[in-house]
């Protein structure tokens, strides 16, 4: 079945990087985009940053722009998420999220998620 | 940007009983709304897709309808495994996606 498990979270003081990655199985992960979303304490869910399957196409919410990097290696079957210059804002469980459709699919624009890993929490504190 | 709007926060409903979850784009979104449940602790999981095509292996209980800009989720009669946040995202209009603020659901 698929699974994805996040790691790399951890607590930070403001200014500082951290990288989360994500381990995918159960799936062909090079078929399928990817995306996190991120819940600070006690919130809704935040949409961060979603990879096209082959890597090409990148987006991101506008508070992280320039700031975060979502990255993928196919050939490794991870996901990243380099993450600089963090605020306290930042504070939050990510999660790793695979989307729906695969990414040769006619639907692969329509991002929505069927499986998601179990949250990395990071707290951007001095 | 699309705006997600769920009402109420908080719905209080007992066992067995009917729950109605509202969910409002603040634009025209066709079908392409996902529904999520979240229980304490875990990670969000796909309930609906398309507005109203329930993902695999949930229950029949939860069925999903709407279109353009309103939405509702409904659950039947409630299990005692129900009780969690539910979140409406819709995800034709993008970057970014968006989420509503979520609907909890607690027990009366």
């Known amino acids: 079945q698929v699974q994805l498990v996040e790691s790399g979270g951890g607590v930070v003081q403001p200014g500082r990087s951290l990288r989360l990655s994500c381990t995918p199985s159960?799936?062909?992960?090079?078929?399928?985009?990817m995306h996190w979303v991120r819940q600070a304490p006690g919130k809704g869910l935040e949409w961060v940053a979603t990879?096209?399957?082959?890597?090409?196409?990148?987006y991101y919410t506008d508070s992280v722009k320039g700031r975060f990097t979502i990255s993928r290696d196919n050939s490794k079957n991870m996901l990243y998420l380099q993450m600089n210059s963090l605020r306290a804002d930042d504070t939050a469980e990510y999660f790793c999220?695979?989307?729906?459709?695969?990414?040769?699919?006619?639907?692969?624009?329509?991002?929505?998620?069927?499986?998601w890993g179990q949250g990395t929490v990071v707290a951007v504190s001095a | 940007e699309i705006a997600m709007t769920q009402s109420p926060g908080t719905l209080s409903v007992s066992p067995g009983e009917r729950a109605t979850l509202s969910c409002r784009a603040s634009?025209?979104?066709?079908?392409?709304l996902a529904w999520y449940q979240q229980k304490p602790g875990q990670a969000p999981s796909l309930l609906i897709y398309?507005?109203?095509s329930r993902a695999t292996g949930v229950p029949a209980r939860f069925s999903g309808s709407g279109s353009g800009t309103e939405f509702t989720l409904t659950i039947s009669s409630l299990q005692s495994e129900d009780f969690a946040v539910y979140y409406c995202?819709?995800?034709?209009?993008?970057?970014?996606?968006?989420f509503g603020g979520g609907t909890k659901v607690e027990i009366k």
């Open positions: 999220a695979k989307q729906v459709c695969a990414g040769y699919s006619g639907c692969d624009k329509l991002p929505h998620f069927d499986s």
């Open positions: 159960g799936f062909t992960f090079s078929d399928f985009g």
């Open positions: 990879i096209s399957y082959a890597g090409n196409d990148k």
């Open positions: 634009q025209t979104i066709g079908s392409n």
């Open positions: 398309a507005a109203s």
């Open positions: 995202q819709q995800y034709i209009n993008w970057p970014p996606l968006t």
